[in-house]
């Protein structure tokens, strides 16, 4: 499937635009949620294996948040 | 552990799983494949029927740990004189892998669930691709450093703000209510445990209801028509009739 598949990837798109394009902010519903802060997934990416980071990646981004 | 949180700050109402070690048991994938994501991202309502359920999840979150294993690569020129052409595709047996891997993952939800499009996202260790996946084939993000940028928080922050619309979800299948689901299995002849859905087809008049068969995601890659076939159960009329699900 994997070489099936490789004539239909397109890319790569920017971060800012992927998101602009897909999500765009008019479309957003007004809540508070928590908003990124660098380093936040430090627990993660420090991780010796990839089973190891499972765990630590969500629960990492409770570190330090702000809410906007 | 198979539960990694119950929500995340920044999509509250979504529950991320643990789901690496559980095989999908949504009884609605029909591949030969071992479904087995790694993360997969529920809505709270939803009615998952164990970590891994692949008719269920609103998002897969697939880890790997070497750049080796990354499907894509800066984009390059390949081939030679009037042949050149740019491409962000990395040429090696494990990327190639990744890139099967993903597909699977992402023809299961396509084919099992009722939507326009889903999206994925595949972390290589300290940096991580978006992708969305829809008929015409999947769009991927360059790598985000998600641990400076801010990239993929906005990315789980805007997934929970938008409607489910946008999220590609087809907002016109529902779950039947008892008495038509019992109606329906008489009229066509289903056992207890097939899982069923209601699609509603609506006119400028009047609102045609149907109760189906929940389809299963079957082993073709994304991209394609996808039209699907149903024999169903008319509720306005009572009675077993052929739904065309076409776009």
Redesign the interface.
Known sequence: ??????K?????????E??NT??PKQ???K?K????R?????T??TCE???Q???P???S??IN?S?S | ?SQ??AA?????DFE?V?S?TFWDCSCQSAFS?DIKP??CVYTKKSTRRGPTDIAHAELV?E???HTHDD??TF?TLIDEGEDKILS??RDSKA???????I??YA?AQLGSQFCTCV?SVL?I??YV??I?WDR?????????D??????L???F???????PK?RGMDTTVGVPTADEALAARNCLQLDKDIILAKIAIPSPTLKWQYVIRAQKGE?Y???GHATRGFEAYDIERGRKVFVKDTW
Not at chain 1, 1 to 6: H, L, N, T, W
Not at chain 2, 95 to 101: E, H, I, L, P, S
Request: aromatic content about 20%; charged content about 15%; some cysteine.
């Open positions: 499937m994997g070489m099936e598949m490789r239909y990837f397109l890319g790569p798109m920017p971060a800012t992927f998101l897909f999500f479309s957003l519903k809540r949620i928590a908003s990124f660098a380093n936040c997934f430090d993660v990416i294996t990839e089973t980071a499972y765990v990646f969500v629960s981004s409770f948040v809410y | 552990m990694i949180k995340s700050p920044f999509a509250p991320f643990n690496s494949f790694d993360i979150i880890f790997k740990w499907p894509f984009p962000f595709l990327g190639v892998n990744t890139a099967g891997q597909t699977v023809a999206y972390i260790q300290s691709r978006l969305r015409t084939g999947a769009i991927v993000s360059e790598p985000i998600f641990n400076q940028q801010p990239h928080v906005e990315f922050r805007r997934y929970f703000k938008v409607l946008l082993p890659t994304p991209p």
